[in-house]
């Protein structure tokens, strides 16, 4: 198991349905096989079940396969034999399962998502995943002992990424395109807008690679346009006139817009006297 307790940073072993730390604290396995490493006030974190469930009713129609097939090629290239990898914010973990089918039988595949009901999800999706309900800001794994992380339009927390990866480890960053779904917000919105261009300079990482991946498509599914729509947070940021715009469309044309890279982590600087 690499996952330590997040209450005291020790590391967490499995004893029967729980994991336990050596000082006592100890976290149940949940039905499903993952654990729940939250700490604090309960109620729901993160996407909610109709956004997971969307996502995956979305997802499973292979429309985002592209891009689930060049993640999976590029953990496959950067990850080695026996290594770890943590998908940080699995989701509902429709990439974390391709990632585990692309990588040997020898790699470590670890997922964690703040929200409960996607980590169950993922766990129903493959059983060889091992997960844990968590938060990107205080990622349960120890200083560097981490291989590859991968990170598909989750919270970036730079700073616990840095530290969990190994020196020369890759961090793959997903995020949309500036072209992303522009379609469905020009059928939504009065007024459209594309995403701003992301920063791609992150402090203690060199980028080596950074591939635009986009494909323009006609969805005729009011099914599928609706799962889509209600899986991004437009379906909750949007007034009640632009949901049903989204909820009469019969077609839609939009841009799947994505921006894959891929960095490596440096040696930290000393900062021992000279």
Request: charged share 25%; aromatic share 10%; with cysteine.
């Amino acid at each position: 198991m690499h996952f330590i307790c997040p209450v005291c940073g020790l590391p967490l072993a499995e004893d029967g349905g729980a994991a336990r730390c050596a000082r006592g604290h100890c976290f149940d396995r949940a039905r499903e096989g993952y654990y729940n490493l939250l700490t604090g006030a309960g109620g729901v974190h993160g996407d909610n079940r109709q956004m997971v469930e969307a996502r995956r009713e979305f997802l499973d129609t292979g429309a985002y396969a592209f891009l689930a097939d060049a993640v999976a090629a590029a953990a496959k290239k950067y990850t080695p034999d026996g290594g770890v990898l943590v998908d940080a914010g699995c989701g509902e973990g429709y990439y974390t399962d391709r990632i585990a089918r692309a990588l040997p039988e020898s790699a470590e595949v670890v997922g964690f998502d703040i929200s409960k009901d996607a980590v169950r999800r993922a766990a129903r999706r493959n059983s060889r995943l091992s997960l844990a309900v968590a938060g990107s800001y205080h990622m349960p794994f120890a200083d560097g002992s981490v291989d590859t992380v991968v990170n598909i339009f989750s919270p970036l927390c730079t700073d616990e990424t840095a530290r969990i990866l190994c020196t020369g480890g890759h961090f793959i960053l997903v995020f949309p395109g500036e072209e992303h779904l522009y379609g469905l917000k020009s059928a939504i919105y009065d007024t459209p807008y594309r995403n701003e261009p992301a920063k791609t300079d992150l402090p203690g990482f060199s980028l080596i690679s950074d591939d635009a991946l986009t494909r323009e498509v006609t969805l005729t599914s009011p099914e599928k346009i609706r799962a889509l729509f209600h899986m991004t947070p437009y379906a909750y940021r949007t007034g009640a006139e632009g949901r049903a715009r989204a909820e009469a469309l019969s077609s839609l044309s939009t841009a799947f817009a994505f921006r894959l890279l891929v960095y490596r982590r440096e040696p930290c600087e000393s900062t021992d006297p000279v």
